[in-house]
């Protein structure tokens, strides 16, 4: 069973098995042991349901989920524990190949609401689009769930560019970092009870009418008060660095010289940023900008350098170091601050808002062997 979502893609593999559970993580074995896991796989076991497949020889009686192990294995094309959402892609695609494995009838909001015990962003990956996540109202979380505003197409003028600024693992994990938050922020309190609210309302207004400039203003704000409630946390919480800092201020005199926003940037619990540009014609002057400023090492692949929707390179009139170098300067920079940092980011990855997770129907892509149960290259 595989499921993954395009264009930054989870693939997991779910099977079956009398052996022992295990899950091998981006080729790492690990221990399914975590309360996390064990919170996910007793939610989807306790509403499995009997399948049947008869030209597979396959009949699994909804009580014999209870005694059949699972070998899981996952693998992400973007970093891990990096503040891109890898867990929340992650178990989102988790619940939902186990969804489809013990041919669960949950809709993809209810499965959400199992999804987000393993990471609570991973609720909002169950959709593609633009996907809210609405808080509720039961102590024990139970109407917690996520629900698609728009799909992936509602507003497809939309280009976002991603910075990899760091791979590395973050020192402070979201979990941790949000419980922090909680126990110490008095900048978080206010922010849940004034400032959120108010924001969703009008994000979804922006979103329903196509409203860029207010989307860029309240993405950029929301952004900008999260690391500031990571700030305000005991002990402090440092996620984005000095290449961070300087995108935003690159970003921010762009748009200030033109009158309006031309992209918005946001921060997760990391230092990469995800830049979102209002049309094709934009992203395209974006990368020229990024790339004049954060240019590849010299012995950098530029094909490693820019990943994704790589036509956005041929729109910016650029095929090797010699485009690069030739990139002028911004005209809302002046020479002095017109300094590069080569080597400051590790690669850019282009692409757009997506899907949600799909089942594959091509086996070679699985990550399990069918025979076996183990990772193909075991």
Not at 314 to 328: F, Q
Request: glycine residues 6%; hydrophobic residues 40%; contains cysteine.
């Amino acid at each position: 069973m595989i499921a993954s979502a395009s264009p930054l893609i989870p693939i997991t593999s779910v099977l079956p098995q009398p052996l022992p559970s295990v899950l091998a993580l981006t080729k790492i074995e690990i221990s399914l042991g975590g309360g996390r896991y064990q919170n996910c796989l007793k939610e989807i076991r306790s509403r499995a349901c009997d399948v049947e497949d008869t030209e597979k020889g396959i009949k699994i009686e909804k009580k014999d989920w209870q005694k059949l192990h699972l070998h899981i294995a996952s693998f992400n094309n973007f970093p891990t524990a990096a503040g891109l959402a890898s867990s929340a892609a992650g178990f989102a695609c988790l619940v939902f190949s186990l969804a489809k494995l013990m041919n669960l009838k949950e809709n993809q909001s209810q499965l959400s609401a199992i999804a987000r015990q393993g990471s609570g962003s991973a609720c909002r990956s169950l959709f593609g689009g633009f996907v809210k996540w609405i808080l509720g109202k039961e102590g024990n979380g139970s109407d917690s769930l996520a629900v698609q505003l728009v799909d992936e197409e509602h507003w497809n003028d939309l280009v976002i560019i991603i910075a990899v600024v760091s791979s590395r693992q973050k020192e402070t994990s979201s979990t941790t970092g949000m419980r922090e938050s909680v126990e110490t922020s008095l900048l978080l309190q206010h922010r849940a009870k004034e400032v959120v609210p108010k924001r969703i309302v009008q994000m979804e207004e922006a979103i329903q009418n196509h409203d860029f400039s207010s989307f860029a203003q309240l993405t950029c704000a929301d952004s900008n008060q999260f690391h500031a409630v990571c700030l305000d946390t005991s002990p402090p919480i440092f996620y984005m660095n000095d290449t961070s800092h300087r995108i935003i201020s690159y970003v921010e005199r762009w748009n200030r010289s033109v009158g309006s926003p031309q992209v918005a940037y946001t921060f997760d619990a990391g230092p990469n940023a995800v830049l979102i540009a209002r049309n094709r014609k934009i992203a395209t002057e974006l990368l020229q900008r990024l790339l004049f400023f954060f240019p590849p090492n010299s012995e950098t692949d530029l094909n490693s350098y820019v990943l994704g929707d790589k036509s956005i390179l041929h729109d910016a009139g650029i095929d090797g170091m010699k485009d690069i170098e030739a990139l002028p300067l911004p005209p809302e920079i002046n020479s002095i601050s017109a300094q590069k940092y080569s080597g400051d980011v590790n690669y850019f990855i282009c692409t757009r808002p997506g899907g949600g997770p799909v089942l594959l129907s091509d086996d070679s892509k699985a990550l399990l062997n069918p025979k076996s149960g183990l990772p193909k290259e075991a």
